[in-house]
């Protein structure tokens, strides 16, 4: 659909951000990751905002993970977000 987005993000995004994690681990920086997930299996727990959108990404699900190549190393904090605020 967007071909020109995946290959910015795949070229330049993800490997800047790759650095930035490894910079951080090199020096002792806590690395955290945040992801848009349900934390229950029907979504009720979204925000208004998120159901408005059309946000519905089911605990666990393939779209809940963290990319491949910027995906947290063994025991990184990853927080489960269910609206746009902070």
């Not at 990319?67 to 605020?85: A, F, Q, R, W």
Request: overall charge neutral.
């Amino acid at each position: 659909r967007r071909p020109w987005f995946y290959a910015n993000a795949s070229n330049l995004v993800l490997p800047n951000i790759r650095l930035l994690q490894e910079g951080c681990r090199d020096r002792g920086i806590e690395v955290i990751f945040s992801v848009i997930e349900n934390l229950t299996n029907d979504g009720r727990d979204r925000s208004l905002d998120y159901k408005i959108s059309g946000y519905n990404v089911p605990k666990g699900s393939w779209e809940a993970q963290v990319v491949e190549m910027v995906k947290p190393l063994n025991d990184e904090i990853i927080l489960p977000k269910t609206s746009s605020g902070v």
